[in-house]
């Protein structure tokens, strides 16, 4: 069975860093790209960050853009975001998604477009 699990999530002050992972297995890693997504109690799901299977383009929302980045080894079917200067408006449930075909990126912000989602990571930045 095909199994998405994000790890690497907590709670950290406002101005610090946390890198969450996502492990995929069942699956062809490189056959998908990748995306997160995060969502805040009362708030819609929203797109954060994408990757093409390659790794080579990558797309950030602007609200953290020059603050997240995203990247993937293929070689250990695993996804991974980079946060850093974090802010309370950061705090949510983070979920990792996977879409089909590896060259995908039109829409990745419409959660219709993802294939395979993890269960979710949460993320909390007190001030």
């Known amino acids: 069975q095909v199994q998405v699990v994000e790890s690497g999530g907590g709670l950290v002050q406002a101005g610090g860093s946390l890198r969450l992972s996502c492990t995929a297995s069942?699956?062809?890693?490189?056959?998908?790209?990748m995306g997160w997504f995060r969502q805040a109690p009362g708030k819609e799901r929203e797109g954060v960050s994408f990757i093409k299977w390659s790794g080579g383009s990558t797309y950030y929302a602007d609200s953290v853009k020059g603050r997240f980045t995203i990247s993937r080894d293929n070689a250990k079917n695993t996804l991974y975001l980079q946060m850093s200067g974090l802010e309370p408006e950061d705090t949510a449930m983070y979920y990792c998604a996977a879409y089909y075909p590896p060259d995908y990126c039109s829409n990745w912000r419409e959660v219709s477009r993802v294939h395979y989602w993890g269960q979710g990571i949460q993320v909390t930045v007190s001030a």
């Open positions: 069942g699956l062809t890693f490189a056959n998908y790209a």
